[in-house]
């Protein structure tokens, strides 16, 4: 995922220039990079199970919805 959106993989669907999208996706990369699954804790009021997570994606759109908009998909609620 991080290779596709660094190649600028379907950014021409956004509508505008993400001037920062390069560098988060390098920032992100280092943590992904950085994490260890044997030394980290499953903190459940942090992030959701996955049960959860499965209904944060929106299928017209084909995005998942971040935690400040946990409800419903960002596009389909302005
Ligand atoms: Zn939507």
């Known amino acids: 995922m991080l290779d596709l959106a660094s190649r600028r993989h379907r ?4 509508g ?3 001037p920062f ?3 988060y996706l390098r920032q992100y990369r ?3 990079e950085a994490f260890d ?3 980290a804790e499953h903190r459940r009021d942090t992030f959701p199970d996955s049960d ?3 209904l944060a994606s929106c299928v017209q ?3 998942l919805s971040s935690l ?3 409800e419903g998909c960002v596009l389909c609620n302005d």
Request: hydrophobic letters at 45%; charged letters at 20%; proline letters at 12%.
């Open 11 to 14: 950014w021409d669907e956004l």
């Open 52 to 54: 959860a997570a499965a």
């Open 16 to 18: 505008y220039h993400p």
């Open 21 to 23: 999208a390069q560098d």
């Open 68 to 70: 400040p908009h946990w």
């Open 30 to 32: 280092e943590m992904v």
């Open 61 to 63: 759109h084909r995005v």
């Open 37 to 39: 699954p044997a030394t």
